[in-house]
Structures are given as C-alpha cells and as structure tokens.
C-alpha cells in the first residue's frame, strides 16, 4: 500500500530534517558571467564548476545552434546502433589528442563512465580499490561491481601498499579522483603510477576538475604530472565542468577502448547524446587549448582569495585547485553562513554529509575565469564579517580538511 511506504519515506525525511541534512533545489537563472538570479536576488555565484567560464560563451552556444539546424535535436540511437555520428567521431579524436592518449570514447555523463568503466574491468574475480574521498560515482562503480571493494585511506600510498599486498584477486584495479571533488587538494598521481606498476595493478583516474584547468594547455593533472598511458591506463574526463557543456570519456589504449565498446553496458545500452552537445564541446575544446589566459586568471584569483582569507586570520585551504573550501565543521553552522552570504548576493553552497565526512560540513567555494576581482574582494570582505563574530564556532574552528 503506497500509505505504507508514505509513511516510511516521512519518518526517514523527517529525520533528514532534524539533522540540517535535507536538501532542496533552487530555480535559477543564469544571468551570464559568474551571476546568477536566485529568489529574485541577483548572487554572484561561487559554487559552479564552470572553472573557464565556458557555459555561456557565445561560440559554443553558436556551435550547438549550428548543429541543431544541422543535425537535429536528438542522435535516435545507442552509439552502437544509428547514434555514433561524425561529430561524436570528431570529438572523441579530438579529446584522445587533448589528453594525450591514442582514443577516447565518449559517454553521457561522468556518472555513467565511472559506473560503466569499473564494471567493465572488474569481474568477480578482481578487486577494486578506492580512495576514500572519491566521488560518489567512482564509489558506487566499485560497490555495484562483481568484484571486490575496497577504501584506502586518503591519499595514502602506504596503506594502498598495504593492502595491494594481500588478499587474493586475480586483478587489482585502483581508483582515484586526481583533484578531489570537496577538498580540491590533488592525488599524489606519480606515486600511485610506481605503485601500481609495482604490484601489476591497473590505475584508473577521474579528472573531473583537473581537466581544462591544470596541465599543458589544460590537458588535465595527468599530463601535468608527466604521465603515459602505459603509467595511467584508463582515464576519465568530465565535459561538463570546465568545458562548459555536457557528458564526459574514457580515454586510453585501442584495446582498452574497443572492450569498453563491447562491455561497458552504460555506453552500450543508452541513447547517444544530441550531435549538437558534441559540437558544442568541439568548440569549447577549442577555447580551453587557445586560451591560456582563462587558466592564468583562475590562477590569480585563487592566490588572490588565499592571500584575502589569510589577511583575515582565516586558513586557507592547501588546495591549489579553484576549488577552495571552507571547513566550519557542523550543518547547522555551514547551513548558518551560507544563508546569511546569500542575503548579501553571494552564492555558496553548504555541503553536508552524506556528501563529506560528519564533523567536515563546509562552504564549498569554487573560483572561475568568469570571475573578476572585484567579486573576489566582496566574497572575502563578507567572509572576515561572518567568520570573525563566528557565534558558536568562529573563525578559530574555521580548520583546513
Ligand atoms: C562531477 C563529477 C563526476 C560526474 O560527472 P557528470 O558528468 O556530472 O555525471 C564524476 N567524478 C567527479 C570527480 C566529479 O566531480
């Protein structure tokens, strides 16, 4: 009887309620630029992830009207079946040249290529192991796999090393974000390659928030780190953060790419995305590789905030990524500050367990090229009011992760 489930889902929402866990939606309106139309109030916004200011450029708009008159709205098919078109083509070749690796295959969301991508490679007699800050994701790619699951602790090779020395799969996959989603602080990349190659496991990578953003022309945190594909076979781009658009790819070896073509059932059993979002990244991709002054300011305005937070007795995060949080501890507090920003037009959300650690909710703000100083400056002027006449936990529970 639905009044059954009714009132189980009401009990578990109400407790959800009681702890400052429930989450809601916001209506926006995206006004261009960093700002955005919240209830009526004007915010500039500091939770996005477009790290380039690429959603609302004018050629990448164009580009997906153009292929809209071109192509039509929907691909009618898996990739596997009518949906793979020339411009899907275009940009997987574009993108294995970007990153540099010999392919990329394209999926539709991040969300799908971690899940499709562990499953894939994992079977039942293998064995995942993850970074315990890893995205939700990568988590659940490695909970709903036929292997084993395993978390190591974060970012720590010696207990990874640790536990690569025992148990018995036949094959070890590790998994890790490169930049952390809610940290912004960056996986000790090289050391995870030498580990791997040591124990003859597999590294698989998400670069969510580093592609476009760190690396030669943005090609992301691996190639910053000066590693092949030999040293990080399988590797995950998203496009809808600092590429502006949507989706996201596997890139890696030609073997790599034609198994996960036969058995990735998220990539096999699902609808192409529109040909105009591919084009769309085509131009973006195009901006990321030209544009170097976009990485150069968001490199500016990160120094900028950290340098703002520290004047004000504030601790910086370590992170060195736009993504800079600010850790108060409970959701209460975090849900406290985030509101009182958004009276005065600054966007940031409050992030809360489940999605970070108890004892670790914090205000999550991310930096972008489509900043400019000036919101910098207003963003930490209200932050030394708020955070220095901090109520029950002021600025001296204000801790770096
Ligand atoms: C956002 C994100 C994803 C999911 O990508 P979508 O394309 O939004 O589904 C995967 N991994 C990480 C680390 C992310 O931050």
Redesign the pocket.
């Known amino acids: 009887m639905s009044t059954v489930l009714n009132q189980r889902l009401e009990a578990a929402l109400r407790q959800r309620r009681d702890q400052h866990l429930y989450r809601r939606r916001r209506q926006v309106e995206h006004l261009g630029g960093a700002w955005l139309r919240v209830d009526r109030r004007d915010c500039r916004n500091f939770c996005s992830?477009d790290y380039l200011g690429l959603a609302a450029h004018p050629q990448v708009a164009r580009a997906m009207a153009g292929a809209l008159e071109r192509w039509h709205a929907g691909s009618g098919a898996a990739h596997l079946i009518t949906g793979h078109t020339v411009e899907h083509e275009a940009l997987e070749e574009e993108l294995a040249d970007f990153v540099g690796r010999p392919r990329a295959l394209l999926?539709?969301?991040?969300?799908?290529?971690?899940m499709g991508t562990i499953n894939a490679l994992a079977g039942p007699m293998d064995r995942v192991l993850e970074d315990r800050l890893?995205?939700?994701?990568?988590l659940d790619g490695g909970w709903l796999c036929r292997g084993a699951m395993e978390r190591y602790q974060h970012a720590d090779t010696g207990d990874l090393a640790a536990r690569l020395d025992h148990g018995e799969a036949e094959h070890n996959l590790v998994v890790t974000?490169?930049?952390?989603?809610m940290d912004g602080d960056v996986a000790p990349l090289a050391d995870l390659a030498a580990l791997a190659a040591e124990r003859d496991a597999t590294l698989m990578v998400?670069?969510?928030?580093g592609v476009g953003v760190l690396g030669p022309e943005g090609g992301g945190a691996v190639l910053e780190a000066g590693l092949d594909t030999d040293a990080v076979p399988v590797y995950?781009g998203?496009?809808?953060?600092a590429l502006g658009t949507?989706?996201?790819f596997v890139a890696g070896s030609e073997p790599l790419i034609e198994y996960l073509i036969q058995r990735a059932r998220t990539y096999v059993y699902t609808t192409a995305p529109p040909p105009a979002v591919a084009a769309a990244t085509r131009a973006a991709l195009r901006i990321v590789r030209e544009e170097g002054w976009r990485r150069q300011r968001l490199d500016t305005l990160v120094r900028r905030f950290q340098n703002g937070l520290r004047a004000l007795g504030l601790p910086a995060s370590p992170s060195r990524t736009p993504i800079q949080p600010l850790v108060v501890g409970e959701p209460a507090e975090a849900l406290r500050l985030a509101r009182a920003l958004e009276e005065e037009g600054l966007l940031i959300t409050a992030i809360r367990p489940p999605t970070v650690p108890a004892g670790t909710a914090r205000l999550r703000v991310t930096l972008s090229a489509a900043h400019c100083e000036a919101d910098v400056d207003a963003l930490l002027e209200a932050l030394g009011r708020h955070l220095a006449g901090g109520v029950d936990t002021g600025a001296a529970t204000v801790a770096s992760p």
């Open positions: 992830n999926f539709s969301t991040g969300y799908m290529a971690n890893n995205h939700a994701s990568l974000d490169t930049v952390f989603s998400d670069d969510a928030h995950v998203t496009l809808g953060k949507f989706g996201a």
